[in-house]
């Protein structure tokens, strides 16, 4: 706003603006001028920086690493970006890899050495090495495990795998056939920046038929072991019962060169002793004894001779009564005439009824 002057004074006398005032009104004018094309730069501006945001800020997630890839330059070779959020050149790019242990499962048709065909069900672990993580994106790319890791556990393990026969692997190598495809797997895809961890063979499926042929074996192989320990087992019973017979052969023969009076009597108080403090009931006869030690009784006593009876109960109790028959010589003398016989039979029965 211009400050009116009085129009008797002339032009150059008139009082001028202040400084200020007058750089605010030329701003003014600018603005004026200005404002739509700032506006809409402003607009602009941020429209772009939304548009950009994702290719502007990087966020690596824990066990993840990126590697830089410069527009005009190419791959970053000198480093690898960590955890964390990473502002970068919207015309660069920033490609993320998970370093951490990866697992894969995967099954796969093999032939043998004679042709079959074998199904195998493996699971490898591997994780890409960090230092040399750059190396691989330039290589390789982030699609590594189709291109190196797969392909070196299948060609490692088929090679392995065809040198050997269907029943040598469904038995007696199945503990060194994933060392050696592990070993191979591992030199391979060394060559490209890649670690496996583990190779680890879950199943090995063989035909039908050859897996029934091959158990069929085994029962007849078992059953073969099986017979020749009978046949040991015999062979060592016989020996025992050899050794044990002339055991006892020896054994007899020192005793029947030492045996005496004085040891059969001590053999009878023992078995006696043995008898009383046995808990089962029992009846023990226990005989006069007709030796010249004075008549030592034993738990059985025949013709005159001390004896040893150790099996003695009640069913063989009643055995010595049955022996005294006095009368008995007598009868076989009167069986030879037999009319001398019947008479005194018939003469003692009314005898037998007086007082």
Not at 299 to 305: E, K, S, V, Y
């Amino acid at each position: 706003m211009a400050v009116s002057m009085p129009e008797s004074r002339p032009p150059h006398l008139q009082a001028r603006p202040p400084f200020a005032w007058r750089v605010r009104e030329a701003l003014y004018r600018i603005w004026l001028r200005t404002a739509p094309n700032l506006i809409i730069c402003t607009l602009l501006f941020f429209f772009l920086l939304l548009a950009l945001w994702s290719q502007i800020v990087y966020t690596v997630n824990p066990g993840e690493r990126a590697v830089l890839f410069r527009r005009f330059s190419g791959t970053d070779l000198s480093q690898s970006y960590g955890e964390g959020i990473h502002f970068i050149n919207p015309i660069n790019s920033l490609t993320v890899y998970n370093v951490r242990t990866q697992e894969k499962h995967s099954t796969l048709v093999i032939l043998s050495n004679n042709g079959l065909d074998i199904r195998i069900t493996v699971v490898y672990r591997y994780h890409p090495e960090l230092e040399h993580l750059p190396e691989l994106h330039q290589r390789v790319g982030p699609n590594y495990e189709q291109v190196i890791v797969t392909p070196a556990v299948f060609s490692s393990i088929r090679e392995v795998i065809g040198k050997y026969k269907p029943e040598e692997i469904y038995t007696t190598h199945t503990n060194i056939i994933p060392g050696e495809a592990f070993r191979e797997a591992v030199e391979r895809a060394k060559l490209d920046f890649i670690t496996i961890d583990a190779l680890i063979i879950e199943n090995i499926a063989l035909p039908p038929p050859v897996q029934e042929a091959i158990a069929s074996k085994h029962v007849v192989e078992q059953q073969l072991l099986e017979y020749e320990f009978k046949i040991k087992r015999e062979e060592k019973e016989f020996l025992r019962k050899e050794i044990e017979g002339k055991g006892f052969q020896r054994y007899h023969e020192l005793l029947s060169s030492n045996l005496n009076q004085e040891l059969l009597v001590w053999s009878g108080i023992r078995a006696t002793k043995e008898l009383a403090e046995s808990p089962n009931a029992k009846v023990i006869i226990i005989g006069g004894g007709g030796g010249d030690k004075g008549g030592i009784g034993l738990p059985l006593i025949l013709g005159g001779q001390m004896g040893l009876d150790t099996t003695a109960n009640d069913k063989k109790a009643p055995e010595p009564a049955a022996e005294e028959k006095p009368a008995q010589p007598e009868n076989k003398e009167a069986a030879s005439t037999p009319a001398a016989a019947k008479a005194p039979a018939k003469q003692t029965e009314p005898g037998a009824h007086k007082p």
